[in-house]
């Protein structure tokens, strides 16, 4: 389950995707998404942790998503992503505040944290310890976080690089479609989801190297020149 503490703000068209919880730096306002053991839930390692970002550029770190204070996700007072485990963390070197950012973290056991912003690789974390599976939150456990948080989303196994990188692209050349409605009186529907696939077709307009694998390309206009003009090198 999933329960909004304290005075959140939904806005229905603020989020990445449609709309999303903004959260102030109101260490009374979070959201608490189980208390106590849960069946099927975060219980052990391995698990993966990820979510959208949008945090304001207030000079404070915000915690995005944290098991009991002791492992998550947060972006620290520089605007860096960082993954925490223990007492101890790692993270990047992008300013990440004022827009939107895809952060994950892959928690495979013990001594081995890996954290993923934007779909890549940054760094990994290699803290000993286990922390307490007894509290999840959205938002803050110390450092309560200013900004929107969209499309959070916890597995209890470890995601791959690809399906990482995938959940960041939504899969190159497919995309997902609902819709949200809502009345002045509050009441919410949503419909289901639908796939797009779309076709990937590059434009060729010159003398190029052809290097996407499985592309379709469209030549735009009759090239005339000497000796090698496209080549294809995938």
């Known amino acids: 389950y999933a329960t909004a503490v304290g005075n959140l703000i939904y806005n229905y068209s603020g989020g990445k995707f449609g709309g999303a919880y903004e959260f102030d730096g109101n260490s009374s306002n979070y959201i608490l998404l189980y208390d106590g053991d849960l069946d099927g ?120 690089a690809s399906e990482i990188k995938d959940l960041y692209r939504l899969k190159e050349d497919k995309y997902f479609w609902k819709v949200n409605v809502t009345d002045y009186a509050g009441n919410n529907n949503e419909s289901e989801m639908r796939e797009i696939n779309l076709t990937d077709v590059l434009g060729i307009y010159y003398c190029k190297n052809l290097t996407r694998a499985g592309a379709t390309y469209t030549l735009y206009q009759d090239i005339s020149t000497n000796g090698d003009c496209l080549i294809i090198s995938n």
């Open 41 to 160: 839930g975060i219980n052990s390692y391995p698990f993966t942790m990820s979510a959208w970002v949008k945090k304001k550029d207030d000079g404070n770190a915000g915690d995005v998503l944290y098991l009991q204070n002791e492992a998550g996700l947060r972006i620290n007072a520089s605007g860096n992503a960082e993954v925490h485990a223990d007492g101890s963390s790692v993270g990047g070197t992008a300013d990440l505040t004022g827009n939107w950012h895809h952060i994950a973290g892959v928690f495979e056991n013990a001594t081995s944290k890996d954290l993923y912003v934007d779909g890549e690789y940054i760094t990994a974390l290699t803290a000993s310890g286990t922390p307490t599976f007894t509290s999840l939150r959205v938002g803050g456990t110390s450092n309560y976080f200013n900004g929107t948080i969209d499309e959070v989303a916890v597995w209890n196994r470890s995601l791959s």
